[in-house]
Protein backbone atom coordinates (compact mmCIF):
# COMPACT_ATOMS: atom_id res chain seq x y z
CA UNK A 1 0.00 0.00 0.00
CA UNK A 2 2.83 1.95 -0.48
CA UNK A 3 4.36 3.53 -3.77
CA UNK A 4 7.62 2.03 -5.49
CA UNK A 5 9.94 3.89 -2.72
CA UNK A 6 8.23 2.66 -0.32
CA UNK A 7 6.37 5.62 1.18
CA UNK A 8 2.42 5.60 2.20
CA UNK A 9 -0.09 8.39 2.36
CA UNK A 10 -2.47 8.51 5.35
CA UNK A 11 -4.64 10.80 6.24
CA UNK A 12 -5.79 10.96 10.29
CA UNK A 13 -8.60 12.27 11.79
CA UNK A 14 -7.84 13.12 15.55
CA UNK A 15 -4.42 14.19 14.76
CA UNK A 16 -4.23 16.24 17.60
CA UNK A 17 -4.65 13.73 20.32
CA UNK A 18 -2.26 11.42 22.48
CA UNK A 19 -2.75 8.42 20.05
CA UNK A 20 -3.06 10.46 16.70
CA UNK A 21 0.12 12.62 17.49
CA UNK A 22 2.16 9.85 18.39
CA UNK A 23 1.16 7.92 14.88
CA UNK A 24 1.89 11.32 12.97
CA UNK A 25 5.44 11.52 14.41
CA UNK A 26 5.82 7.94 13.77
CA UNK A 27 4.57 8.23 10.26
CA UNK A 28 7.13 10.96 9.31
CA UNK A 29 9.78 9.66 10.77
CA UNK A 30 9.73 6.98 9.03
CA UNK A 31 9.38 9.43 5.93
CA UNK A 32 5.65 8.35 4.68
CA UNK A 33 3.42 11.29 3.97
CA UNK A 34 0.89 12.60 6.40
CA UNK A 35 -2.63 14.55 5.72
CA UNK A 36 -3.77 15.99 8.91
CA UNK A 37 -7.78 16.17 8.69
CA UNK A 38 -8.61 19.32 10.60
CA UNK A 39 -12.00 20.90 12.17
CA UNK A 40 -9.94 24.56 11.63
CA UNK A 41 -8.69 26.42 8.88
CA UNK A 42 -5.92 24.52 7.51
CA UNK A 43 -2.55 26.43 8.01
CA UNK A 44 -0.27 24.57 6.07
CA UNK A 45 -0.66 22.53 2.53
CA UNK A 46 -0.58 19.05 4.93
CA UNK A 47 -3.93 19.83 6.36
CA UNK A 48 -7.59 19.99 5.17
CA UNK A 49 -11.13 21.04 6.58
CA UNK A 50 -13.70 19.05 7.56
CA UNK A 51 -17.08 19.82 8.94
CA UNK A 52 -18.43 16.49 10.91
CA UNK A 53 -20.90 17.94 12.15
CA UNK A 54 -22.79 19.24 8.76
CA UNK A 55 -20.74 16.46 6.77
CA UNK A 56 -18.82 18.90 5.15
CA UNK A 57 -15.64 17.09 3.53
CA UNK A 58 -13.58 17.19 0.12
CA UNK A 59 -13.23 13.82 -0.75
CA UNK A 60 -11.02 14.63 -3.50
CA UNK A 61 -8.47 15.84 -1.05
CA UNK A 62 -7.68 12.03 -0.40
CA UNK A 63 -6.76 11.11 -3.84
CA UNK A 64 -3.79 8.90 -3.66
CA UNK A 65 -3.77 8.09 -0.12
CA UNK A 66 -3.28 4.99 0.68
CA UNK A 67 -5.26 4.58 4.29
CA UNK A 68 -7.27 7.02 6.55
CA UNK A 69 -7.41 6.66 9.76
CA UNK A 70 -10.20 7.85 12.13
CA UNK A 71 -9.73 8.36 15.66
CA UNK A 72 -12.06 11.06 16.39
CA UNK A 73 -14.09 11.08 19.49
CA UNK A 74 -14.30 12.72 22.98
CA UNK A 75 -12.99 10.90 26.03
CA UNK A 76 -15.49 9.14 27.79
CA UNK A 77 -14.62 9.45 31.04
CA UNK A 78 -14.20 13.89 30.98
CA UNK A 79 -17.18 14.72 32.33
CA UNK A 80 -19.87 12.65 33.96
CA UNK A 81 -22.83 11.06 31.90
CA UNK A 82 -25.71 13.45 31.70
CA UNK A 83 -27.73 12.35 28.79
CA UNK A 84 -26.06 15.38 27.00
CA UNK A 85 -22.73 14.48 27.37
CA UNK A 86 -23.79 10.39 26.29
CA UNK A 87 -25.64 11.42 23.11
CA UNK A 88 -21.99 14.00 22.72
CA UNK A 89 -19.97 10.89 22.94
CA UNK A 90 -22.33 9.20 20.27
CA UNK A 91 -22.21 12.68 17.88
CA UNK A 92 -18.54 12.72 18.10
CA UNK A 93 -18.01 9.20 17.06
CA UNK A 94 -20.89 8.15 14.72
CA UNK A 95 -21.33 10.93 12.62
CA UNK A 96 -17.90 11.74 11.50
CA UNK A 97 -17.07 8.17 11.01
CA UNK A 98 -19.92 8.12 8.46
CA UNK A 99 -18.82 10.98 6.88
CA UNK A 100 -14.93 9.45 6.27
CA UNK A 101 -16.35 6.53 5.37
CA UNK A 102 -18.48 7.96 2.33
CA UNK A 103 -15.68 10.21 2.05
CA UNK A 104 -12.80 7.04 1.81
CA UNK A 105 -15.34 5.03 -0.75
CA UNK A 106 -15.85 8.17 -3.29
CA UNK A 107 -12.27 8.69 -3.03
CA UNK A 108 -11.26 5.37 -3.63
CA UNK A 109 -8.84 4.92 -0.76
CA UNK A 110 -7.66 1.05 0.00
CA UNK A 111 -8.20 1.37 3.63
CA UNK A 112 -10.05 2.51 6.56
CA UNK A 113 -8.75 2.49 10.22
CA UNK A 114 -10.99 3.04 12.52
CA UNK A 115 -11.25 3.47 16.08
CA UNK A 116 -13.30 1.72 18.57
CA UNK A 117 -12.93 0.12 21.62
CA UNK A 118 -13.06 -2.84 24.14
CA UNK A 119 -15.75 -1.66 25.80
CA UNK A 120 -17.90 -3.06 22.77
CA UNK A 121 -17.54 -6.78 25.31
CA UNK A 122 -19.30 -4.91 27.70
CA UNK A 123 -18.04 -6.27 31.64
CA UNK A 124 -16.92 -9.76 31.14
CA UNK A 125 -15.46 -10.32 34.20
CA UNK A 126 -12.69 -12.79 34.36
CA UNK A 127 -13.76 -14.58 30.88
CA UNK A 128 -11.18 -13.92 28.24
CA UNK A 129 -12.65 -12.39 25.08
CA UNK A 130 -11.10 -11.89 21.57
CA UNK A 131 -12.13 -10.54 17.96
CA UNK A 132 -14.63 -13.07 17.84
CA UNK A 133 -16.20 -12.76 20.85
CA UNK A 134 -19.86 -11.07 20.71
CA UNK A 135 -21.21 -7.68 21.53
CA UNK A 136 -21.84 -7.14 25.66
CA UNK A 137 -24.45 -4.99 27.16
CA UNK A 138 -24.00 -1.52 28.23
CA UNK A 139 -24.22 2.16 26.88
CA UNK A 140 -20.31 1.75 25.81
CA UNK A 141 -21.07 -1.67 24.33
CA UNK A 142 -24.10 -0.18 22.30
CA UNK A 143 -21.90 2.95 21.45
CA UNK A 144 -19.05 0.93 19.79
CA UNK A 145 -21.11 -1.38 17.99
CA UNK A 146 -23.21 1.61 16.43
CA UNK A 147 -19.39 3.22 16.06
CA UNK A 148 -17.98 -0.27 14.00
CA UNK A 149 -21.31 -0.04 12.17
CA UNK A 150 -20.58 3.26 10.69
CA UNK A 151 -17.93 1.77 8.52
CA UNK A 152 -20.55 -0.16 6.55
CA UNK A 153 -20.41 2.10 3.51
CA UNK A 154 -16.59 1.57 3.23
CA UNK A 155 -17.28 -2.54 4.04
CA UNK A 156 -20.04 -2.47 1.70
CA UNK A 157 -17.74 -0.86 -1.55
CA UNK A 158 -14.61 -3.38 -0.55
CA UNK A 159 -12.42 -1.16 1.73
CA UNK A 160 -10.23 -3.06 3.78
CA UNK A 161 -11.78 -1.55 6.64
CA UNK A 162 -9.76 -1.94 10.49
CA UNK A 163 -11.53 -1.32 13.37
CA UNK A 164 -9.67 -0.85 16.66
CA UNK A 165 -10.80 -1.99 19.56
CA UNK A 166 -8.52 0.04 22.20
CA UNK A 167 -7.62 -0.80 25.44
CA UNK A 168 -6.26 1.70 28.37
CA UNK A 169 -3.17 3.26 26.71
CA UNK A 170 -0.42 3.91 28.91
CA UNK A 171 1.71 6.56 28.16
CA UNK A 172 4.71 8.49 29.60
CA UNK A 173 2.93 11.76 29.03
CA UNK A 174 -0.75 12.37 28.92
CA UNK A 175 -3.74 9.82 29.11
CA UNK A 176 -5.43 8.46 31.93
CA UNK A 177 -1.68 7.60 33.58
CA UNK A 178 -0.48 11.39 34.20
CA UNK A 179 -3.47 11.85 36.20
CA UNK A 180 -3.12 8.98 38.60
CA UNK A 181 0.52 8.74 38.63
CA UNK A 182 1.13 11.79 40.74
CA UNK A 183 -1.78 10.20 43.52
CA UNK A 184 0.44 7.06 43.61
CA UNK A 185 3.59 9.09 43.81
CA UNK A 186 1.83 10.30 47.00
CA UNK A 187 1.07 7.12 48.60
CA UNK A 188 -2.22 7.51 47.39
CA UNK A 189 -3.11 4.84 44.85
CA UNK A 190 -5.80 2.62 45.93
CA UNK A 191 -7.86 -0.01 43.77
CA UNK A 192 -11.35 0.38 42.49
CA UNK A 193 -13.58 -1.41 44.34
CA UNK A 194 -12.65 -5.08 44.66
CA UNK A 195 -10.35 -4.79 42.33
CA UNK A 196 -11.51 -8.14 40.48
CA UNK A 197 -12.79 -5.93 37.09
CA UNK A 198 -9.51 -6.60 34.33
CA UNK A 199 -7.74 -3.63 33.12
CA UNK A 200 -6.59 -4.31 29.21
CA UNK A 201 -3.70 -2.01 28.75
CA UNK A 202 -1.35 -1.16 26.02
CA UNK A 203 1.71 1.20 25.86
CA UNK A 204 1.76 4.01 23.35
CA UNK A 205 4.71 2.65 21.77
CA UNK A 206 2.86 -0.97 21.44
CA UNK A 207 -0.64 1.28 20.16
CA UNK A 208 1.69 2.84 17.70
CA UNK A 209 3.52 0.49 16.67
CA UNK A 210 0.25 -1.95 15.88
CA UNK A 211 -1.49 0.80 14.27
CA UNK A 212 1.71 1.51 11.74
CA UNK A 213 1.32 -2.44 11.79
CA UNK A 214 -2.29 -2.47 10.48
CA UNK A 215 -2.23 0.09 7.95
CA UNK A 216 0.46 -1.70 6.33
CA UNK A 217 -0.39 -5.02 6.15
CA UNK A 218 -3.42 -5.64 3.52
CA UNK A 219 -4.17 -8.61 5.53
CA UNK A 220 -5.78 -7.33 8.19
CA UNK A 221 -9.05 -6.49 8.32
CA UNK A 222 -12.15 -6.34 10.72
CA UNK A 223 -11.70 -6.09 14.34
CA UNK A 224 -8.54 -5.41 16.02
CA UNK A 225 -8.28 -5.84 20.06
CA UNK A 226 -5.22 -3.04 20.43
CA UNK A 227 -4.62 -4.54 24.02
CA UNK A 228 -1.15 -5.90 25.59
CA UNK A 229 -0.98 -10.06 25.60
CA UNK A 230 -1.49 -9.78 29.50
CA UNK A 231 -4.64 -7.85 30.86
CA UNK A 232 -4.93 -7.51 34.42
CA UNK A 233 -7.47 -6.96 37.10
CA UNK A 234 -7.34 -3.42 38.95
CA UNK A 235 -5.61 -4.94 41.95
CA UNK A 236 -2.80 -6.25 40.04
CA UNK A 237 -2.66 -2.79 37.96
CA UNK A 238 -3.34 -0.80 41.03
CA UNK A 239 0.13 -2.95 42.97
CA UNK A 240 2.30 -2.95 39.78
CA UNK A 241 1.93 0.82 39.37
CA UNK A 242 3.06 1.31 43.15
CA UNK A 243 5.75 -1.01 42.68
CA UNK A 244 6.88 1.52 39.64
CA UNK A 245 6.86 4.26 41.56
CA UNK A 246 7.67 2.62 44.81
CA UNK A 247 5.59 3.58 46.76
CA UNK A 248 2.57 1.35 48.84
CA UNK A 249 -1.21 0.91 47.62
CA UNK A 250 -3.15 -0.17 50.68
CA UNK A 251 -5.71 1.95 50.23
CA UNK A 252 -9.36 0.98 48.47
CA UNK A 253 -12.01 3.51 47.17
CA UNK A 254 -15.27 1.89 47.66
CA UNK A 255 -17.99 1.39 44.89
CA UNK A 256 -20.61 3.20 46.08
CA UNK A 257 -18.20 5.94 46.43
CA UNK A 258 -17.21 5.97 42.98
CA UNK A 259 -21.08 5.62 41.82
CA UNK A 260 -21.56 8.72 44.22
CA UNK A 261 -18.94 10.63 42.79
CA UNK A 262 -19.24 9.56 38.89
CA UNK A 263 -22.81 8.29 38.42
CA UNK A 264 -23.18 5.51 35.70
CA UNK A 265 -19.82 5.78 34.32
CA UNK A 266 -18.20 4.10 37.60
CA UNK A 267 -20.15 0.87 36.70
CA UNK A 268 -19.12 0.75 33.30
CA UNK A 269 -15.66 2.86 33.04
CA UNK A 270 -13.99 1.67 36.45
CA UNK A 271 -15.99 -0.88 38.56
CA UNK A 272 -16.38 -3.25 35.66
CA UNK A 273 -13.96 -4.33 32.58
CA UNK A 274 -12.79 -6.87 29.67
CA UNK A 275 -10.26 -9.36 29.79
CA UNK A 276 -9.57 -8.57 26.46
CA UNK A 277 -6.36 -10.03 24.64
CA UNK A 278 -5.06 -9.43 21.08
CA UNK A 279 -5.59 -12.43 19.14
CA UNK A 280 -5.77 -10.93 16.03
CA UNK A 281 -2.60 -8.96 16.48
CA UNK A 282 -0.45 -12.05 17.43
CA UNK A 283 -2.35 -14.22 14.78
CA UNK A 284 -0.56 -11.56 12.13
CA UNK A 285 2.73 -11.62 13.38
CA UNK A 286 2.78 -8.56 15.32
CA UNK A 287 5.50 -8.93 18.23
CA UNK A 288 4.91 -6.78 21.28
CA UNK A 289 7.85 -4.69 23.03
CA UNK A 290 5.90 -4.38 26.21
CA UNK A 291 4.41 -7.80 27.22
CA UNK A 292 3.62 -7.78 30.94
CA UNK A 293 2.48 -4.39 33.09
CA UNK A 294 5.32 -4.12 34.70
CA UNK A 295 7.23 -3.75 31.20
CA UNK A 296 4.85 -1.30 30.19
CA UNK A 297 4.78 0.61 33.96
CA UNK A 298 8.71 0.75 33.45
CA UNK A 299 8.26 2.26 30.18
CA UNK A 300 6.10 4.74 31.40
CA UNK A 301 7.44 6.09 34.54
CA UNK A 302 11.31 5.72 33.89
CA UNK A 303 13.08 9.37 34.39
CA UNK A 304 12.92 11.29 30.86
CA UNK A 305 16.05 13.18 29.77
CA UNK A 306 15.44 17.11 29.72
Known sequence: MADGTGRAAVAIAGSSGLIGSALTSALRAADHRVLRIVRRAPSSADEVFW?????????????????????????????RWSGAFK????????????????????AGVPALVNASAVGFYGDTRSRVVDEASPAGDGFLAGLCV?????????????TRVVLLRTGLV?????????RIKPLFSLGLGARLGNGKQYMPWISLEDD??????????DDIAG??????PAPVTNAEFTAALGRAVNRPTALMVPGFVLRTA????????LLGGQRAIPAALERAGFEFHHNTIREALAYVTAPKDT
Request: proline share 4%.
Open 262 to 269: LGEFADEG
Open 170 to 178: LSPAGGMLS
Open 146 to 158: DWEAATETAQRAG
Open 87 to 106: QSLRDSRIGPTEVLSNAVVA
Open 223 to 228: PVNMTG
Open 208 to 217: VRALLFAIGH
Open 51 to 79: NPDTGEFDSDALRGVDAVVNLCGVGVGDK
